[in-house]
């Protein structure tokens, strides 16, 4: 058991649309905010999507108004839709989750799954 299984990633068209999912492990505990980051070829790791458990997102400038994050907490899993895909967005996005109380946090990271976008 891992405590993040990540898929729905592959290759798509520009234009085109992917998404991904992300199921949490029930025994990490509370879970608090889930996100989704993305490393592109040569390039840092980034921060594309988060949302916190009151449904509060935040999303990076270049993905706003393409990209949606939506999480069900009865199902331990947050996901990522995402639409009008450009070449840019290519690369490998993790899922990314924080749990735990306060005093006892944790953070998670998946495995990643590739994300690749033609022209």
């Known amino acids: 058991q891992v405590p993040l299984v990540e898929s729905g990633g592959g290759l798509v068209q520009a234009g085109g649309s992917l998404r991904l999912s992300c199921v949490a492990s029930r025994n990490i505990g509370r879970i608090n905010i889930m996100a989704w980051y993305r490393q592109a070829p040569g390039k840092q790791r980034e921060l594309v999507a988060a949302i916190a458990a009151d449904g509060s997102t935040n999303y990076a400038d270049s993905v706003k108004g393409r990209f949606t994050i939506s999480r069900d907490n009865a199902d331990n899993t947050v996901y990522l839709q995402m639409d009008s895909l450009k070449p840019e967005d290519t690369g490998v996005y993790y899922c990314?989750?924080?749990?735990?109380?306060?005093?006892?946090?944790?953070?998670?990271w998946g495995q990643g799954t590739q994300v690749t976008v033609s022209s």
């Open positions: 990314n989750v924080d749990a735990g109380q306060i005093w006892s946090r944790v953070n998670y």
